[in-house]
């Protein structure tokens, strides 16, 4: 499986983006799909999931009630809808997807299969 991360860039405080991740290789239902990023200096971290079937969403609790995942199987991509960005959501941002293993998620990067390469985001004050 194949992951393209897009949408990153450069906004201000209190702005929005979306990120794209298009899927090539595999169905997108067959898999769980999440983001996660990283900033400078610190370990990757969870941002966002959604299972295979598209029936449950998970959350950071540093994101939840700004960012919305979603996904679309017509066209293999999973989005992720920023808002309210604060400069400490600055990062590179990762989209993943691992087979699902049942109703929970697993937050930790180690469990996740296959990564695409990241896209930037910045938040200026």
């Known amino acids: 499986v194949q992951l393209q991360a897009s949408g990153g860039g450069l906004v201000q405080a209190g702005g929005s983006l979306r990120l794209s991740c298009k899927t090539s290789?595999?169905?997108?239902?067959?898999?769980?799909m999440g983001w996660f990023r990283q900033a400078p200096g610190r370990e990757r971290e969870f941002v966002a999931a959604?299972?295979?079937?598209?029936?449950?969403?998970h959350y950071s609790d540093s994101v939840k009630g700004r960012f919305v995942i979603s996904r679309d199987a017509a066209e293999n991509t999973v989005y992720l809808y920023m808002s309210s960005l604060k400069p400490d959501d600055s990062a590179i941002y990762y989209c993943?997807?691992?087979?699902?293993?049942?109703?929970?998620?697993?937050?930790?990067?180690?469990?996740?299969?296959?990564w695409g390469q990241g896209t930037q985001v910045t938040v200026s004050s």
């Open positions: 993943a997807c691992k087979t699902p293993t049942g109703i929970t998620i697993s937050r930790s990067p180690r469990q996740w299969s296959y």
């Open positions: 290789g595999g169905t997108l239902s067959s898999y769980d």
């Open positions: 959604v299972t295979w079937s598209g029936g449950r969403q």
